[in-house]
């Protein structure tokens, strides 16, 4: 039945309390996005960390203005506060609860922004016939925090954290090009090979998801990750800030496709 | 002085013997290219051959029917028997002698091949403002047999040889975006890390060129090289074949940014 779902039915569904779990899987072939929702007077600094830090940071979408809740270019109706299955309520940086819906929570200066994620790069690598170990394995992607820095905007900092598929080193050079296209997704790895060499210090202890196979001749080859936003939110400590629940993302009208910059 | 003749130009004094050393660092950013020419015999089944091993054997001008030695396509005036500063003549595959002309061993049945080669690319690398080491170390670069089979066609066959260039992995995957857009010069590589995964025993001794300085923290990079063709070619023993002599390219009036496919 997932898979006939069109992205707004799937939203009607979400807003409707009908449909509360994780969204991967769901709406083949449609961008779905990370979530963050900052006060305009944290958003400002955060519309430049993302400015300053594209790889980890794609925007793809944010409020017109301060208080808009509903995000036209994404799709169809899409209300921010209640199309989201999964929502995180974090206070000075720190997480409160998990609730679905925000209706509660939404002030009148709020900004909402969609950050693009890695399942849309997967959709691409999979078509081509690439294998995705944390997906043949049916994990979590194994994310490490990294000493890359990002550049700092106001309050916002920290250093990269970075997802890992391991690959044989053909099929990493595929996916670097695949991955090339769709820059709005975090485009082309950062880093392949020695863990060490980018501050990680042990391959199978990620810090965030879970540790995947790495087969005899493949090398871990490493993205940038969406999770950098939440640790530099975390790190800035806003009065509020709501995020999606990991995996429950908002889906979109977007094609994947449209990201290809090429 | 080098810098400042055209093609053309280069072309004339090759022609007059004026010029007879090898054209590395001559005409930037103009095309310089492979060459081979075959009875045409053998010549159908080297145009299947390069057909088949675009990677190794990037077709990028041929005469337009056997026994032309005009190749207008590639610039203004060029005639194939004159405009190449040294020649290699082979017999039964067996290299007998270099030559400055081959207007002698010209043949009504012959066909000339021009292959894309790594100097395009490389140009595109450094204007990118990354390092080659084989040009800071101003050696030749080291080039290796493989276990990489081709795909035979007719007499031609072997394996891939493969030319190799160390970066750092960030260097790398931007070295793999840039080349991505040249498939006529060899276009992205073909292996990275491991020497052993693609059958070369020792990396610091290559079988074609000259070893290069590997420092920490850096992988070595694979290209299919031009040389595969050459290897294939001394294996198909034709009764002649004549090639340039390595470094001694044809230079032609195409701008390396027309092999640009994007």
Redo the contacts between chains.
């Keep these: 039945m997932a898979d006939i779902l069109s992205p707004y039915q799937l939203r009607q569904q979400i807003r409707s309390g009908e449909f509360s779990t994780n969204t991967s899987g769901y709406c083949a072939g449609f961008v779905q996005g990370n979530l963050a929702i900052l006060p305009a007077d944290y958003a400002d600094e955060f519309l430049k960390f993302c400015q300053f830090n594209p790889k980890p940071c794609p925007l793809i979408g944010m409020s017109a203005s301060p208080g808009d809740f509903m995000l036209p270019e994404l799709g169809e109706d899409v209300d921010i506060r209640t199309d989201v299955p999964r929502y995180r309520i974090y206070e000075q940086g720190v997480l409160q609860r998990e609730v679905t819906d925000i209706k509660e929570y939404w002030q009148d200066d709020m900004v909402a922004f969609l950050l693009g994620c890695s399942f849309s790069f997967e959709e691409a690598l999979l078509a081509d016939g690439l294998e995705i170990r944390n997906i043949s394995e049916k994990v979590n992607v194994p994310m490490y925090r990294t000493n890359i820095e990002c550049k700092s905007a106001g309050r916002f900092s920290g250093t990269t954290v970075v997802s890992m598929r391991p690959m044989k080193?053909?099929d990493?050079?595929r996916a670097?090009?695949i991955c090339?296209r769709f820059p709005s997704v975090h485009g082309?790895?950062?880093?392949?090979?020695?863990p060490d060499?980018i501050g990680i210090r042990d391959i199978n202890t990620p810090d965030f998801g879970d540790a995947v196979t790495i087969k005899d001749?493949e090398?871990p080859v490493f993205w940038a990750c969406g999770v950098t936003p939440q640790v530099a939110i975390e790190s800035a400590r806003p009065p509020l800030c709501i995020t999606h629940s990991p995996g429950h993302m908002l889906v979109t009208d977007l094609p994947n496709s449209r990201l290809a910059i090429?």
Tied chains: 1, 2.
């Design positions: 080193p053909a990493a050079i670097i090009q090339s082309a790895p950062l880093h392949f090979g020695d060499a001749g090398v090429l």
